[in-house]
């Protein structure tokens, strides 16, 4: 065993060529040291980018695809709905009122009918709310002109359409308008307006959320062929069946909204923390399309897929951001900002690699696979206007263990220079202690 007195006598005995060898062997061991701190992003990590669109909203909380005019619609000037309910946000992320409807009440939320092989009788740009009246729902016409409210009124419903309107593009359910109400209930509802109970009271009362039918292909498993409903309090997506029967998938996340992954679309996303319209270019899917989106209320937004091999659901992170309300896939282009550049930093100075002697830096001959290499591959800028990105980890399975697992990764650049000052340091230290050591074994002779 080396002990600190022999070590020290050990290195007083030996020459310059000695001393030397000490030092680097001390400088190699703490670049080993620094290299095993280095933090990197999980391996095949997916990411989604969220840009602001280039203009400022009122309390938005639904974002809806126009298809007559192209546009996308909002609904807007939460909770009162003065002085309208409704806006188009045109290409260029100016916006106008949509129609004259105004009043309506709580969190508004919309279906606006698209073509499709399912459209169930309803026509084209035709738009379905709620008006903030337990179990009434309203159908504006599609160029914003006339509004029936109410159109149909749920017979014996007590809780209101909060987030909780689609219409069934995907054929599940016959084309048929479907709705969530707050008490948990699930209506279908024909275009001649005639109205059929589903299901009663799934899930907490107060968080059913952002409906989706599904279609009846194997890829989506046991959700095939269902309405997915999203329930924040219970942290499950429902799936319930034409029959009535509803089954929880634990997410272990709050699901505000789910969406299917379209081809060719863009995503657009009600950010209610920050008043803002977020969107996601297309291309940010095409590894994705088919699979689920589910947005979470506490700003997460997560893909979630079907594994046929396990029978399970596997969930990722994709994306972060303030507070996640209503959400959808549009083939709309609307401009996004442009980040404001900020002032160009001071240049910082390079900290001296080997001894500073004179105030002159002078490099030693060392030849390592130290932190240097292993910080150069962290190289990804994780800082983004949309907060930090939470990774989760590799096949990670819905209702087994879903919980996506936080990474903290280093700015660029961060990790090697702190690697660089602390080596620096490192052999300063021991240059001092070589030169107090010397002075020493001088003084005795």
Known sequence: MVTRRTRRQGVLRRGAGGTVVWVLGIAAMGGTVLGLHTVQRAAGATTVTLR???????????????QPSGKILLSVNYSNGTPNNFDLVAEDGSHTPFSAVKGL?????IASVRSSACQGGFTVGQSFVGTGTPGAIARISPDGSHIDNPWVTLPGESGLLRGGVFQDRYCAFGGDLMVTTTV???????????????ATRIGSSGSSEGPTTVPNIPRYGPWAGTLLVGNETDKCVYSVTAAGKATCTHLGFDAEGVRVIPPGESFYAVDFADHAVMVAQASEFTTMVGDILVANETGALQHVHYDAGTGGFVAEQVAKLGQFEGSTFAPARVAVQTPTPGPTPAPTPTPCAGLSIGGRCTPLPITTTSSAATSSSVSTNTETTQGPVTTATAGAVLGVSATSTGLSVPRTGEAGVRDTVALGALLIASAVTIGVFSGRRRRRR
């Open 184 to 198: 948990g209930d699930v209506w279908r509802v024909t275009s001649a307006g005639v109205p059929t109970r589903v």
């Open 52 to 66: 602001p669109i280039a203009s400022d909203f009122n309390n938005p909380i639904d974002v809806g695809y126009h």
């Open 105 to 109: 009440t709580d969190e508004v939320y």
